[in-house]
């Protein structure tokens, strides 16, 4: 029986659809991650299955009796309520299970014949359910939870308010484990998790036995933790279903990128066939009625039979040809390449960029302390960390665009910088698309927009569209494409795999693959990492170090298991 059963979901705000005969199914132990572009309608999606938005169209259904936990990307709490409070609040339900089945067992003492019947089948059903839930080892769960989540280390008396924003979020998702429902809908859950905290919860999804449907852009988290993978298209705003893990997604997609590239070309094929038809047809009907204009005989007996077989054989060829090019086949993109000459030489006289003893405060907060950092010419490095850390502050410090209390940063003459940054702080809300992509970019109009399109980012019916109105995914594919357009000789890249869908995301790591020149990027995705063949540096109390990204896992479980330990019984 299906846990979530969706058919045919229709959901538009205004004129703007964002979901179209979408269906799914879910059944128990069924792990879905539901994937697509930013502001596509995957929380909107989530929110419908909660009964929280309803549809204009469709059928929602769960299952009766379903227990349903939500995590959204924020959690509320009520003021001044602890973690103890919340956690006894999200395991209400196994303390009145508990309390039910002690009472049926004081009752059944006194019970017998059907009374006693009655009373075993509700306290089986009432054991069944505590069981399902976890109730048997709640408190071995509770620090087990906390502490695999990566707050161990927070005391239960802690007011729920006083905690950071990445705190609350875990926070938030810790309690929903703990109450086991029938069935997980989760809006990003590994936000603000470090890299030990995303294993333990890919181990603890992995053998879920209720269903999940999980938001996610974490491909490495998608390959461990779900079964299979729903995408929202976001042009057409429908849904379709791949088996397995995000390999197997990626390898499907690949397949019809593929299957795509033949088809256009074999359409393109059959196009110059048809015109190249249609133009000697009507030359052939051409000549022959010039050769026979002085044969009155012929003109009135063959050529009519001649040009009525050739006019026919015209007219089908335009008929078909109409039908294609009323709804054809879209050009392929073009792989992502960075424009520009480089010259490695240019680089390779004096060392592209060097930090020398670094220091940044906020108020009374050290964020950098005395650091120092030298970019090779062809060097690919990455820089982790925690969330508030100083990561971001660092590479706006390289980039230029902040200056340091104390230390020297050394540009070489010849070093042109291409930022990504996390912000899109330089896309005017005032400019459309176009403009604003185009804005400060050598060359003219036309091959911009030519380039630009043959990225395959855009459409051409979205670039009027105003900066003001756009997604943050939209924001972030004008950033890209400026990047890539921009002639820069060294890359900055602040969390570059933010908002990007997975299509743009892999085009994307191919084309920094082929760049000749230094990059520095910060990021925490996993997957990014490990392509990236980097140098990687951890940045944790104000201090660059040179990091293993298996050893700090490592420690950071080791940490998180100590704080854990002591809590108070």
């Not at 006194?110 to 089948?121: K, M, Q, T, V, Y």
């Amino acid at each position: 029986m299906h846990t979530l059963l969706l058919q045919n979901v229709f959901k538009s705000f205004g004129l703007h659809t964002i979901l179209r005969q979408v269906s799914l199914s879910l059944h128990s132990g069924e792990r879905i991650g539901l994937v697509g572009a930013n502001g596509v309608g995957k929380s909107t999606l989530l929110k419908i299955a909660t009964g929280e938005v309803e549809p204009d169209e469709g059928l929602v259904r769960l299952a009766p009796g379903a227990a349903l936990g939500y995590l959204a990307q924020t959690l509320e709490a009520d003021e001044g309520q602890t973690l103890a409070d919340l956690i006894d609040q999200s395991t209400g339900h196994l303390r009145a299970l508990e309390a039910q089945m002690r009472r049926l067992e004081a009752a059944m003492t006194a019970l017998s014949g059907d009374a006693l019947e009655r009373a075993l089948i509700e306290y089986g059903e009432a054991q069944e359910g505590f069981e399902r839930a976890g109730g048997y080892d709640l408190e071995v769960r509770i620090p087990e939870t906390f502490a695999g989540l990566g707050i161990g280390y927070l005391p239960y008396d802690r007011i729920f308010a006083t905690l950071s924003g990445g705190e609350k979020t875990r926070v938030g998702l810790a309690l929903l484990l703990l109450k086991a429902p029938d069935l997980l809908l989760l809006d990003e859950p590994t936000n603000h998790l470090d890299f030990a905290s995303l294993e333990w919860l890919e181990g603890y999804l992995a053998a879920y036995r209720g269903a999940a449907l999980i938001v996610s852009h974490d491909r490495q988290f998608l390959n461990r933790a779900v079964s299979a993978i729903i995408e929202i298209d976001e042009h057409t705003h429908a849904a379709k279903r791949y088996n397995g893990g995000y390999d197997s997604y990626a390898r499907a997609r690949e397949g019809e990128r593929h299957k795509w590239h033949l088809d256009y070309i074999r359409q393109q094929d059959e196009i110059k066939a048809l015109r190249d038809e249609i133009k000697v047809g009507s030359h052939r009907n051409n000549n022959y009625r010039a050769h026979t204009d002085n044969d009155k005989f012929v003109r009135n007996g063959k050529i009519a039979t001649h040009e009525g077989t050739v006019s026919k054989r015209v007219r089908l060829a335009e008929q078909k040809l109409a039908r294609i090019e009323a709804d054809p086949i879209p050009r392929p993109p073009d792989p992502l390449r960075f424009q520009g000459e480089f010259d490695p030489a240019a680089l390779a006289s004096r060392q592209p960029l060097s930090l020398e003893n670094i220091s940044k405060s906020f108020g009374d907060r050290l964020i950098l302390d005395n650091i120092s950092l030298t970019l090779a010419p062809a060097s690919r490095t990455v820089i982790i960390g925690e969330n508030g850390v100083g990561k971001t502050t660092l590479l706006r410090i390289i980039a230029g665009l902040e200056h340091p209390d104390g230390g020297a940063r050394y540009l070489n003459p010849a070093a042109r910088i291409g930022l990504l940054d996390q912000e899109a702080a330089e896309l005017n809300p005032a400019l459309t698309l176009f403009e604003a992509y185009r804005a400060g970019l050598p060359g003219l109009d036309q091959p911009l927009k030519s380039l630009l399109l043959n990225m395959g980012l855009f459409r051409y019916d979205e670039l009027g569209k105003p900066v003001s109105g756009l997604s943050a995914g939209q924001k972030r594919k004008v950033q890209l494409a400026r990047l890539i357009a921009g002639g820069a000789n060294l890359l900055i890249l602040d969390e570059p795999t933010n908002f990007l869908s997975f299509d743009v995301l892999e085009a994307f790591e191919t084309a920094l693959h082929h760049f000749p020149g230094p990059i520095i990027a910060t990021s925490h995705d996993r997957r990014f990492i490990s392509k990236f063949d980097s140098d990687v540096w951890e940045l944790r109390d104000g201090k660059l170090a040179s990091a293993d990204v298996q050893a700090v896992i490592a420690t950071q479980r080791a940490v998180s298991s100590i704080t854990s330990s002591q809590q108070p019984a």
